[in-house]
């Protein structure tokens, strides 16, 4: 009786909890960096963030590789989806404020960029780590994982799709959820909300921070499916309107592709490795812009969070 009891108690705390939450849900947009899919605008934000320049002219973080050039080529539907992903310079000077990007990490496919390893003495020291072998190691060295997709080309890039959702409580916190699925497998991502602080004034002011604080990163499945929940101090889907605080525009799902952090942003750009050289926006979750574009993909059955496993789907 007393456990019967217990279910009831626990049941109603979760229906009086969902009653106090409203959802909001949000399919994801393949990228080629922000804002940006095959060189057009994704979204726009002009009526809710006038003076965010890194919304209305984005940059492309990723391009495709062209042997012998110094510079990738822009991906566009008419490119050739065999070709393989490359880094990229478009920046702007919000993500390389010095113009210091060193040119030998132009126009690589992401297989040739490297990490930080044992002994280094600067982030620009970079070791290429090796396939995984086909036969044991009798020294070991840094590889990457059996499952990693070590060069990828543009049609590898555009498979990914996903969802985010947030749950906006009564006390002004979110619960935010996010699954991603079909992107690369073993491979690093971090989210970042991207939004003003008082917005449509005078003062308004472009933020980007690690969303739901730090750590905001996670390792995808063998499948390259990720599912990753954030308790959030904000209600993540407020509104964009004067007397405002602060509101979000997007969340970036962003792809490391050299496999490390740089703490509370998302590159290394005091050493010279801003984004498109070590890594780009991959899922781009529009919170309060205006699409311009359908999402490239569409995220499938089941239309629930998470991922396959020996448990059925989270939701």
Request: charged letters at 15%; a negative charge; proline letters at 6%.
């Amino acid at each position: 009786m007393k456990f019967g009891k217990l279910i009831c108690v626990s049941i109603a705390a979760i229906t009086a909890q969902m009653a106090t939450a409203e959802t909001t849900r949000i399919v994801g947009h393949v990228a080629h960096g922000v804002n940006t899919y095959n060189g057009n605008v994704i979204a726009d934000f002009s009526e809710v963030a006038p003076t965010s320049a890194i919304l209305a002219d984005p940059s492309i973080e990723v391009g495709y590789f062209i042997d012998g050039a110094s510079a990738s080529g822009v991906i566009t539907e008419h490119t050739n989806r065999s070709e393989l992903i490359a880094t990229t310079t478009d920046f702007i000077d919000f993500f390389n404020p010095n113009n210091v990007v060193n040119p030998d990490l132009v126009n690589k496919p992401l297989g040739d960029i490297g990490s930080s390893a044992f002994a280094f003495e600067t982030v620009l020291d970079r070791a290429v780590p090796a396939s995984f072998p086909d036969t044991a190691m009798e020294r070991p060295v840094a590889y990457r994982v059996n499952d990693a997709n070590e060069f990828p080309t543009v049609a590898d890039w555009e498979t990914v799709n996903g969802i985010l959702t947030v749950d906006s409580h009564e006390d002004g916190t979110s619960t935010v959820r996010i699954t991603m699925r079909n992107g690369f497998p073993e491979a690093v991502y971090s989210f970042w909300d991207l939004g003003q602080y008082d917005p449509l004034t005078e003062n308004e002011q472009t933020y980007v921070v690690p969303l739901g604080g730090i750590p905001n990163a996670t390792v995808s499945d063998e499948n390259g499916c990720l599912f990753k929940e954030f308790d959030v101090a904000y209600d993540l889907a407020r509104a964009c309107e004067v007397g405002a605080t602060s509101c979000t525009n997007i969340i970036a799902g962003f792809y490391h592709w050299d496999g490390q952090l740089y703490g509370a942003a998302p590159t290394g750009n005091f050493a010279g490795l801003p984004t498109g050289i070590v890594g780009s926006i991959h899922m781009f979750f529009n919170v309060t812009g205006k699409n311009l574009q359908e999402p490239a993909t569409a995220f499938g059955k089941p239309r629930v969070h998470g991922c396959y496993g020996p448990r059925p789907f989270l939701d």
